[in-house]
């Protein structure tokens, strides 16, 4: 089953290999990292603050060309987790002839999520997931998305 996940932010962690930006979901009272590239993390933080970007990133570009050729998407599940790595499905709908069908892509967390947030869609966290990646959220200080400054600022 999977369980309805908030997009908290993107943080950004310094260990002894340097930096490590990651995607931060909250279901219920647990808190899901999902590790993502710089250019992952500085993509959500614009979508979260609502900010479009100069030129269209990859993110906005799907969604344009989606939403251009009759398609939506219903929402986004983080499915699956193995060997450290987060698996999604975005679940989407489209359009021949009158006729709905369901259409179901595979993608990355941080492309799905990314998607998500530009189409205000619903992100899902399978109860498996949570179990294994999940952790308290009193054990992580997150702040709200339009207290922080940019990811990384190269990418503006």
């Keep these: 089953m999977a369980l ?14 340097g930096r490590a930006h990651a995607v931060v979901l909250e279901v219920d009272d647990e808190i899901v990292p999902i590790y993502v590239s710089p ?25 344009e060309m989606l939403t251009e050729l009759g398609g939506a998407v219903d929402r986004v599940r983080v499915d699956d987790l193995s060997e450290g790595t987060f698996y ?28 998500a947030l530009r189409l205000d869609c619903p992100v899902r966290v399978d109860e ?10 009193s054990e992580f200080e997150v702040a709200d998305s339009d207290d922080r400054e940019d990811t990384d600022d190269r990418h503006r």
């Design 88 to 115: 999604a499905k975005i679940d989407a709908e489209v359009y021949t002839n009158g006729e709905r069908r369901s259409v179901v892509f595979d993608a990355r967390p941080s492309d799905a999520i990314a998607v």
């Design 128 to 137: 498996t997931v949570l179990s294994r990646a999940g952790r308290p959220a």
């Design 4 to 17: 309805e996940a908030d997009v908290r932010g993107v943080g950004v962690s310094v260990d002894e290999d």
């Design 39 to 63: 250019e992952q993390a500085h993509s959500t933080q614009l979508a979260l603050r609502g900010r479009p970007p100069e030129r269209p990133l990859t993110h906005d570009l799907f969604v």
